[in-house]
């Protein structure tokens, strides 16, 4: 299917447009993005979506000569896709394969290139000033141009790697004493019990932690995708309650928590904290 695709547009383009967008604008608007979705390009989906993860999606058409319709020879309609959350999902999983398409190809395709809202309304791309996306990208046997975005700002980072060294000094310091936690690790539930923190590994985008309840049964998990760590806290100021989350699921789980020794111990900081899981 991807080469299908690829392969038509390639055939098509000369039919097209020839000449593509003439406008110096347009082109350097097409070049300069195609430049910054070059810098991010790999194949290995797994290690692009631990940075960055769709922002748009369109299902992809190519109309082909019309008799009754002229107008229509050989354009490129752009359907904007709404189910987002199952590409995304799916993305971040390392599902599909993306495609960087061909920048002289998106200069030539664009004034042929119509976008279909979710009302299904057309415009004119060259006309709403919006680009031809970046990338291809294929999931059970379908296609979508994207658009990607990374996953954190600047602020938004700064911000995680504050949690994670919080997260980090008071998983370290509840090491072999008690949490209440759901070991069946679903997640949005409130069904935390007394279990021993045997072992633990925080990077910045995965924590795995292995529990043992009170029968000296151990469970473990990886829970992966993380995009954000929040604390509190809770039990009178006896525990921290943290809150993770990741794309479409949040887990909690309570730590035990003293003040002072929380604010007096040293513990020596595991830089891989602050690396990302591929």
């Known amino acids: 299917m991807t080469n299908t695709l690829l392969d038509t547009l390639k055939n098509f383009i000369d039919f097209i447009n020839p000449e593509g967008a003439k406008s110096k604008e347009i082109q350097e608007n097409i070049t300069r993005s195609h430049i910054d979705a070059a810098n991010i390009y790999c194949r290995n989906i797994n290690e692009l979506s631990a940075q960055f993860n769709i922002e748009q999606a369109y299902k992809v058409e190519i109309h082909a000569y019309n008799a009754d319709k002229k107008e229509e020879n050989y354009h490129l309609h752009l359907q904007k896709y709404t189910n987002l959350s199952h590409l995304k999902k799916a993305f971040l999983n390392g599902m599909g394969e993306l495609h960087l398409l061909d920048l002289e190809e998106k200069i030539k395709v664009l004034p042929s290139t119509y976008i279909f809202n979710e009302h299904n309304i057309k415009y004119k791309a060259i006309e709403t000033r919006k680009l031809v996306p970046d990338f291809l990208y294929t999931l059970d046997d379908e296609e979508y141009c994207v658009t990607l975005k990374p996953i954190h700002t600047d602020t938004s980072k700064k911000e995680l790697q504050y949690e994670l060294q919080n997260l980090y000094k008071t998983l370290y310091l509840s090491l072999n004493k008690e949490i209440d936690i759901d070991s069946n690790f ?45 604390h509190g806290l809770s039990g009178g100021g006896t525990q921290l309650k943290f809150w993770i989350y990741m794309y479409g699921d949040t887990y909690r789980f309570y730590l035990p928590y003293d003040e002072k020794t929380f604010k007096t111990t040293q513990v020596p900081l595991d830089q891989e904290i602050f690396k990302l899981t591929i």
């Open 186 to 230: 679903q997640t949005s539930t409130c069904y935390e019990s007394k279990h021993i923190l045997r072992y633990f590994r925080l990077n910045q985008n995965s924590l795995f932690l292995a529990v043992e309840d009170l029968k000296g049964n151990v469970h473990h998990h990886t829970f992966k995708n993380i995009n954000e760590i929040k």
